[in-house]
């Protein structure tokens, strides 16, 4: 039946217009955008995951900045033990040239004096954004020093942050405050030959401003005797043996840093590639896509005039 009232073919017509026109809206904002899935009605179960890892990410690269911060501090204290190593390791050689006989003691100990001021410097300075592991003047000997170490969401969706430790007590080398706290402040007992037998004695580097450590301090004098200064090579030997403990303990901990600054890198980036493959367009695709979306759309104009030209055609049963 042909009707002028309505024209089923352009109705056709148009509604495969408009379809094609939605879908040419879709794809257009994709290449615009960069993005299949851009808003939650595109794909909510994409963007809802999209989302969530993007906001994870960001976590992930304050923990990449606090993993930066936490090298820093490795760095400076491993820096400071091995110069204050350096130090010491000549205080030791001083004092075994001062078993020499005749050797004029009272000048290597001026040498040992500044050596010990050396060490003061050493250890005061070796600080990163306040934070001292060679240093300390209080009451405590030492302290726990957390590191961020990473950002974690479990499987039922709660979130942690885990943290890298280190236990300063064993690195301290000077405490003003509490000399028992610090490496060179504290008593060191060793034993030594002494003759035909062996004996013990305990001495301390360096004189804490607040008292003495336990024993007596490494010193020289005419009178020092050579027992006495056997002793005080083999307490500087035992401190030394700690020190290169301590900085074994900050060299495995920066590593460790480092080890979880790469992993936290690579994990950012994949998490990264991983929210592009949900939501990113394949510009290859969608450029493709619209080309045919767009002769999609002529042939559709094309059908929908010849449609309101049937119309027309009645005119000529009434001439």
Known sequence: MTSIMTNNSAIGALSTLRSISASMEKTQSAISSGYKVEKASDNAAYWSIA?????????????????????????????????????????KAKLVAAREPGVDKDKINKELTELKNQLGSIAKSSS??????????????GSTQEMVGSFVRGGDGNVSIKTISFDSSKSMLINDKAAAGGLLTAGTTATFASGTTTTTGTYYLIKSTAGSGTGTEVTLSST?????????????????????????????TKSRIDTQASFAKNLSDTIQIGVGKLVDADMNEESTKLKA???QQQLGIQALSIANSSSESVLSLFR
Do not use: C
């Not at 989302?51 to 400076?76: E, F, I």
């Not at 990163?128 to 000997?141: K, P, Q």
């Open 128 to 141: 990163f954004n306040g934070e001292n592991w060679l240093y300390d003047n209080s009451d405590t000997a």
């Open 293 to 295: 979306l767009q002769t």
């Open 224 to 252: 020092t005797t050579d027992t006495a200064i056997d002793g005080m090579v083999a307490s500087v030997d035992k401190m030394l043996s700690n020190m290169t403990d301590a900085g074994a303990t900050i060299g495995a």
């Open 51 to 91: 989302t969530t890892m993007r906001s994870d990410n960001k976590a992930m690269s304050a923990v990449q900045d606090a993993l930066g911060m936490g090298a820093a501090k490795t760095d400076t204290a491993y820096t400071g033990m091995k110069a204050a190593i350096d130090v010491v390791t000549t205080i």
